[in-house]
């Protein structure tokens, strides 16, 4: 059972939080890890992408010429998908791309992400992520005493208004609540820093 010391933001360590093996120690799936990563970006494709057929591009009902003895090849319409401006053929039409994953591999994935931020010391776990004012600069503050280095998301339970606001200027950091924890989040960020209360809920909802 992962044992990590509870810090402040200023960096100091207090009493240890015991995360449960089952879900920050379980073994990393990475062909899992993989098939969560390309569901959630193919549901979050648009798919309104459309090209218009020769029955759907106006114009074109007259016959260009005569069919015999003008010595020109055999046309019914200047809208042919053979003609500039013609119709598409086989061109793509609005479609849903979301593909289905069950809840219990959505859920294998975030548990094998999370053991792999445990096993590489990328998760910290800190008592509030509560800042006195929505600025950025307190929020960088906060990265600073807590050593962090690179990108970083931060998890709150429930979600510091303060916190959300200061991290929307700031690229290289994102704030989001335990229930919006998705597998893309937790690869696209270095260190993953949660709440004690956000790390517990973590547990309780991702527990098999």
């Known amino acids: 059972m ?3 010391a509870i810090r402040t933001l200023e960096g100091k360590a207090g009493k240890e939080i015991n995360l449960p093996d089952d879900v920050y120690a379980a ?5 899992l890890v993989h098939e969560a990563v390309v569901a959630f970006q193919a549901a979050g494709r648009a798919g309104t992408h459309s090209t218009k057929t020769r029955t759907q591009v106006s114009g074109g009902g007259k016959k260009p010429w005569k069919q015999k003895k003008t010595g020109r090849a055999r046309a019914a319409s200047i809208r042919s998908p053979l003609w500039k401006g013609g119709g598409t053929v086989f061109g793509p039409k609005p479609r849903d791309y979301t593909l289905g994953l069950p809840r219990r ?4 994935a975030l548990r094998s992400v999370l053991s792999a931020k445990v096993r590489d010391g990328k998760l910290v776990v800190v008592d509030s992520l509560a800042l006195q004012n929505p600025k950025s600069k307190d929020l960088l503050a906060a990265a600073k005493g807590l050593g962090l280095k690179g990108t970083a998301l931060f998890i709150d339970e429930p979600l510091d208004r303060n916190l959300e606001l200061s991290s929307r200027n700031l690229p290289a950091y994102k704030a989001s609540r335990s229930t919006a924890l998705n597998v893309v989040d937790l690869m696209r960020y270095d260190t993953l ?12 909802v991702l527990a098999p």
């Open 105 to 108: 591999k959505r859920q294998g």
């Open 193 to 204: 820093v949660l709440t004690e209360a956000a790390a517990r809920r973590v547990a309780e």
């Open 2 to 4: 992962p044992k990590i």
């Open 27 to 31: 073994p990393v799936n990475t062909y």
